[in-house]
């Protein structure tokens, strides 16, 4: 059987199988009966001690007093640098007097630059220093 005349037969069969899975209503999905949601509220705030009416305060929060320091910022591990700058040396060059293309003199002068473009920041435990 040529390979071309399966093709209706499987595009039934999804089909088929796509709105068998339609068929079913929301009554089969969710069920009918039971309590209704403020059923459910209430029975809940009368378990916790509360009233429905919502009179009686809720309970205070416990606060910890003590955060975690090793997260926390405080000025204490503000100062503690983790990720140290590494070196990046100022190179100077020193520009002896010369004349411009145009035949004008141009007098000596020195400029500094950085050894590299951008300073980079050590990893820690990367150094030596503490």
Request: aromatic share 8%; glycine share 6%.
């Amino acid at each position: 059987m040529p390979p071309w005349t399966d093709k209706p037969r499987i595009a039934a069969l999804i089909l088929a199988a796509t709105l068998s899975g339609c068929a079913s209503t929301q009554e089969d999905i969710i069920p009918q009966d039971g309590p209704d949601m403020l059923e459910i509220y209430r029975s809940h705030l009368e378990q916790a001690g509360g009233s429905a009416s919502g009179t009686t305060p809720a309970p205070p929060r416990r606060v910890d007093p003590a955060p975690d320091t090793r997260w926390s910022r405080e000025a204490a591990n503000e100062i503690e640098n983790r990720f140290p700058l590494l070196p990046n040396p100022m190179l100077v060059l020193y520009v002896y007097p010369h004349l411009a293309e145009d035949g004008a003199p141009v007098p000596g002068y020195a400029t500094a630059f950085r050894m590299y473009e951008r300073d980079h920041f050590a990893l820690p435990g990367e150094t030596t220093a503490p």
